[in-house]
C-alpha cells in the first residue's frame, strides 16, 4: 500500500484547506485511515483517524469541531476549517491494517500504524 498526500499550502488564519490522501496497491477498505502532524521539536500527533468497516472516528481535542475526516473509494480526505497559525506542522497520511475489532484510539492516540505517506505542509499565517 502506497500512500501519496496533497494540498498542503500557505493560507491566512481562519482560511479553510483540504487535504488529500491517495491509496495505490491495496484496497482501504481493510484499513483504518487517518491523519498525523508534525513540528520540528514536537511529538507526532494524531489529528483524525477513521476506521472504514465501521465508520468509527476521532479527532483530536484541538480540531474536533475544525476538522473532518472522510473517505471517498481509495481517497482520504482531511478538510480543515478555521485554520490557525498552531496548525502549522507537516500532515502526513497513515493506515492501519485491521484485525479484529476497529480501535481509532489505538491509532491515533497509540499510534498504531502500519504505512505512512511521506507528508504535505501546512503552514498558517498569522
Known amino acids: 500500500l502506497q500512500l501519496v498526500e496533497s494540498g498542503g499550502d500557505l493560507v491566512q488564519t481562519g482560511d479553510p484547506l483540504r487535504l488529500s490522501c491517495v491509496a495505490t496497491g491495496y484496497t482501504l477498505d481493510y484499513y483504518c485511515v487517518g491523519w498525523f502532524r508534525q513540528v520540528p521539536g514536537k511529538e507526532r500527533e494524531g489529528v483524525s483517524c477513521l476506521c472504514n468497516n465501521d465508520g468509527s472516528t476521532y479527532y483530536a481535542d484541538s480540531v474536533q469541531g475544525r476538522f473532518s475526516i472522510s473517505r471517498v473509494k481509495n481517497t482520504v480526505f482531511l478538510q480543515m476549517t478555521s485554520l490557525q497559525p498552531e496548525d502549522t506542522a507537516v500532515y502526513t497520511c497513515?493506515?492501519?491494517?485491521?484485525?479484529?475489532?476497529?480501535?481509532?484510539?489505538?491509532?491515533?492516540?497509540?499510534?498504531?500504524?502500519?504505512?505512512w505517506g511521506q507528508g504535505t505542509q501546512v503552514a498558517v499565517s498569522p
Open positions: 497513515a493506515a492501519d491494517l485491521i484485525f479484529g475489532p476497529p480501535d481509532v484510539q489505538a491509532m491515533c492516540v497509540g499510534g498504531r500504524v502500519d504505512h
